[in-house]
């Protein structure tokens, strides 16, 4: 492999066959490169940069907790930032979610969540219960318990032998069901397909069933219908399953309430949250768990078999607490629901591309799925690496947008993602679609030369 891309750098680059623009400066929902360039921030990265780019409070808050106290270990000290941190997730999340785990990333947080709900039932007097059930597609991670629990083969095929079983569950995703979303008993788009894999698994042998409750990348943004999860939430009570919610990118208001679950009306287990808890600023996640798991531990063993060296950091924490300060001020979640709404009703518009399959999601967060058949829904073949190209397109007209290919149980599959940050106005959301639409434009036009 040649590495001439970057003759003068020692930075081991995410991918070493590309060369980056190099970002000097971020401000609201802009980036700016060292050659002047502007780049609206249509996917706030990776889902993350919620509030927007160069909030000096947050900055300030930083720098403040830096100086004052930045580290010491969570095994030895409590400290303000952790305490606040922590009474503030609990406000914002429902029921019993009361005791927060502060980490550094989703993947992270996803292990620690997971071998919490083992620990619970080991300490609750029932070790059989081990097995974790996941969706499918989905995504939780890249370590590998989290990419375990995922359901991303190019990501898994290297570390198979290394990767532990989990058992997969069909996710949400009517689009590309059977049904086409049209038949409500369907068991998949009901959710109802879960149970008969529980009872032929043998509920007495599950501790944890984790799942996105808006899809992420692996699913586009599919929203399932409004007693999806009620119906999983019962059936993970009739078996005495722990549901494990996984907000890394739902929460934290990405789209339009604290947690995607909010509207659901049902409180899980665990909620891990990350990307946009500290908007980008720092990197920050946490496992929220039930008073109920936290009461058996204590009465137990009294310890998290999950010790981190930079778990409960002040600095990260402070960060976190400014962050949701910030957006309760601002009223961003609100605002990330209006303009949610302007949002996903200007994206329809692109339904008219013959490359446009479908565009769905909630909030700030969408999903556009490309096909190469609108009527069969046929996707393009992966060598085609239509999102990737599409994603390519449109940086170079000026937009972030999120890509994500080979989703689908063959390894065909393309979405293009879209979750800017909270601020954006709804000039800036017309500017985002016309690019989309030149970027689809584009993107066919070289796939088609391409054939
Ligand atoms: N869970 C979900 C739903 C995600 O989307 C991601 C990342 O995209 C993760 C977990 C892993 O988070 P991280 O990349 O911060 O480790």
Known sequence: ???????????????????????????GCYLYDGQGRRYLDGSGGAYVVNIGHGVSEIADALACQAATLAY??????????????AAEVARLCPGDLDFVFPLGSGSEAVEAGLKMARQYWLEAGRPAKRKVLA?????????????????REPYRTAFHDWLVPVIRVPAFYSYHCRCRGKEPLCPRCTGDAVEQIILSEGPETIAALIGEPVGGSSTGASVPPPDYWRRIRAICDRHEILLVADEVLTGAGRTGTWSGLEPFGIVPDLMILGKGLAGGYVPLSAVVASRRL???????????LHAQTFSHHATLCAAGVATLEYIRQHRLIERCAAMGQVLQDRLQVLRSSPVVGDVRGRGLLAGIEFVADQTTRQPFPASARFADSFAANALELGLVVWPNANQLEDGTGDLAMIAPPFIITEEQIDQMVDLLGLAAERTLQQVTARR
């Open 294 to 304: 936290v009461s058996v531990l204590a009465a137990g063993s009294g310890t998290v």
């Open 72 to 85: 010491v270990s969570g095994t030895v000290f409590t400290h303000d930032a952790v305490e606040e941190l």
């Open 1 to 27: 492999m040649s590495t001439d891309h970057y003759p003068e750098s020692h930075v081991f680059y995410r991918k070493l066959t590309r060369t980056y623009p190099r970002v000097v400066r971020g401000e």
């Open 135 to 151: 969706f499918g597609p989905s995504y939780h991670g890249n370590t590998l318990l989290a990419m375990s629990a995922s359901s």
